[in-house]
């Protein structure tokens, strides 16, 4: 049975107004006017987002961090986080919205990193300077109007364009963060960790275990995690466990006492303890702040 049961999963077909084409991506202005028949907070399946907001207020809530809206913001969604937001009626921007087969085509596979990088408490940028935003405003007009061209050469224009907007995002992330674009051996081994976590967090897997199924040693895994990520292996385990018991304690009726069954807890007094030393909050506090 999974986990997110009660949090709707959205594919990006529910999000496309058109008849026919493409269903990998689309891009579209985002405003008032902007109707889908969605619950929140949601998922998305295996489709990314990029929210581009130029005017307007409001609250961007991606995993329990509340986002403000502002303008200038871009706003950054990874499949599988739940996320919910409450805008005012002014609100402006471009949104797009483009699954993993539409990313991963791309000739450099570590813009799926890239985004890695900016959903982990990261998921807004602020564009600062007049330049930046003069610029992205434009790119996103070009990718509107090939995707609405709908000829046989926009898909190809509307990727380039969706790599020209990555590029430049991490363009002004490495400004301040040398460390997010790494390529070689070391980031595809903590991709493919990553990768792990999110299949079997649920088993309750020690840092060993899951070195076991990378055929390495946990101390090369810890030492070459913490040079990418600034964090050892464990930490990234005990990240996503957290933000899944999190969305069960948020979003569903299950008692705590499932909730830690589900995860593999040997009982229930043990799982409020690590829910505490992560969170600072017991399970009840949690659920009750959050309801």
Known sequence: MPLHQHIPVYGIEKFKNKTGGNSTYKVEVFDHNRHYKVEYPHRHDFFY????????SGTYHI??????????????????????????DDIYGYI??????????SVDENY???????????AALQLKTVEQ????????????????????????????????????????????NPVLHQKGKGAQ?????????????ADYLAVKDFADLMAITPTHLNE???????????????NKLLVEIKRLLAYTDKNISEIAFLFNFKDQSYFSRFFKSKSGFSPKEFRNLNK
Do not use: W
């Open 189 to 201: 081994l903590v991709k493919k960790f990553k990768k792990l976590i999110d299949e079997k967090y």
């Open 112 to 122: 799926a990193t890239l985004f890695d990088s900016m959903t982990n408490k990261r």
């Open 224 to 238: 070459t995690v913490k040079q990418h990520t600034g964090m050892n292996a464990n930490s990234l385990i005990d």
């Open 49 to 56: 987002e990029v929210l581009y907001i130029k005017k307007g």
């Open 96 to 105: 797009f919205l483009f699954t993993e087969e539409f990313l991963t085509i």
């Open 133 to 176: 935003q003069a610029k992205f405003e434009l790119i996103f007009k070009q990718a509107i109007a090939d995707y609405d061209l709908s000829d046989k050469f926009s898909e190809q224009v509307c990727r380039n364009i969706l790599c020209t907007i990555l590029l430049n995002c991490l363009r002004i992330y490495e400004t301040g």
């Open 63 to 88: 995993d329990f961090h509340a986002h403000p809206i502002l303008p200038e913001t871009m706003f950054f969604v990874s499949p599988g986080q739940v996320h919910e937001i409450h805008y005012s």
